[in-house]
């Protein structure tokens, strides 16, 4: 074994910020999700609003990518993107997800497993036009996840579109929002010794069970 292997072997940390129990937390996981992350945004930590998305391909190899949320309440989790890319072509054969939010600051975690689909028309349109010029350049001049000759290739792609539609470009028919409807969720809080908190949501009808995992 490398030093560097076993130095990595040796890194230990203590968790010992907070606790996550039955009686402090929320019946209902959509509100102990946003009260976790308004209390990331308010921490500032990096990045409140990253997550994982974890796909599953045909063959049944899973991948994961790190995208922003740009949205939630009752119905679900929504981020954008373009939907010819390879997490994209995953979602069209399998439309089974996972999220995972990791605040390394507050030593948190939430997961959150369900089944994906897009979002209407009207709020991709809707939140596409709420970005700035270059990012809507961007997603008509990125072929996401294919293989490309060089950066210029996206530079010429830029000032292609760029050109023919100034100001106004509209969103591409490839590239919109998803949706997670949640079927299960897992709130993590890290505890001294290594045991962790684990609180988990499963969906039964038109309710939630909580149940505590061990660590």
């Given at each position: 074994?490398?030093?560097?292997?076993?130095?990595?072997?040796?890194?230990?940390?203590?968790?010992?910020?907070?606790?996550?129990?039955?009686?402090?937390?929320?019946?209902?996981?959509?509100?102990?999700?946003?009260?976790?992350?308004?209390?990331?945004?308010?921490?500032?930590?990096?990045?409140?609003?990253?997550?994982?998305?974890?796909?599953?391909?045909?063959?049944?190899?899973?991948?994961?990518?790190?995208?922003?949320?740009?949205?939630?309440?009752?119905?679900?989790?929504?981020?954008?993107?373009?939907?010819?890319?390879?997490?994209?072509?995953?979602?069209?054969?399998?439309?089974?997800?996972?999220?995972?939010?990791?605040?390394?600051?507050?030593?948190?975690?939430?997961?959150?497993?369900?089944?994906?689909?897009?979002?209407?028309?009207?709020?991709?349109?809707?939140?596409?036009?709420?970005?700035?010029?270059?990012?809507?350049?961007?997603?008509?001049?990125?072929?996401?996840?294919?293989?490309?000759?060089?950066?210029?290739?996206?530079?010429?792609?830029?000032?292609?579109?760029?050109?023919?539609?100034?100001?106004?470009?509209?969103?591409?028919?490839?590239?919109?929002?998803?949706?997670?409807?949640?079927?299960?969720?897992?709130f993590w809080q890290g505890r001294k010794s290594r045991l962790h908190d684990r609180l988990s949501y499963r969906q039964e009808g038109q309710h939630w069970i909580r149940e505590r995992l061990a660590p």
């Amino acid at each position: 074994m490398s030093s560097l292997s076993s130095s990595i072997a040796d890194l230990r940390k203590s968790y010992e910020r907070a606790e996550l129990s039955e009686s402090a937390s929320n019946q209902n996981p959509l509100q102990q999700f946003d009260q976790w992350l308004q209390e990331a945004v308010r921490a500032q930590v990096p990045e409140p609003n990253a997550m994982t998305v974890a796909t599953v391909s045909g063959d049944l190899r899973p991948s994961t990518r790190i995208v922003l949320i740009k949205g939630y309440d009752a119905r679900g989790i929504v981020w954008y993107t373009n939907y010819d890319s390879r997490k994209g072509q995953q979602l069209a054969g399998n439309p089974f997800a996972a999220l995972q939010f990791h605040w390394v600051e507050l030593e948190r975690v939430v997961r959150i497993e369900g089944r994906v689909e897009k979002v209407s028309a009207e709020e991709s349109d809707a939140y596409f036009a709420s970005r700035p010029l270059d990012s809507r350049i961007g997603a008509w001049a990125s072929p996401q996840s294919q293989v490309i000759s060089g950066r210029s290739v996206l530079v010429a792609n830029a000032a292609k579109y760029s050109a023919q539609f100034l100001l106004n470009p509209p969103r591409p028919p490839h590239w919109g929002g998803y949706r997670l409807v949640p079927e299960r969720w897992e709130f993590w809080q890290g505890r001294k010794s290594r045991l962790h908190d684990r609180l988990s949501y499963r969906q039964e009808g038109q309710h939630w069970i909580r149940e505590r995992l061990a660590p």
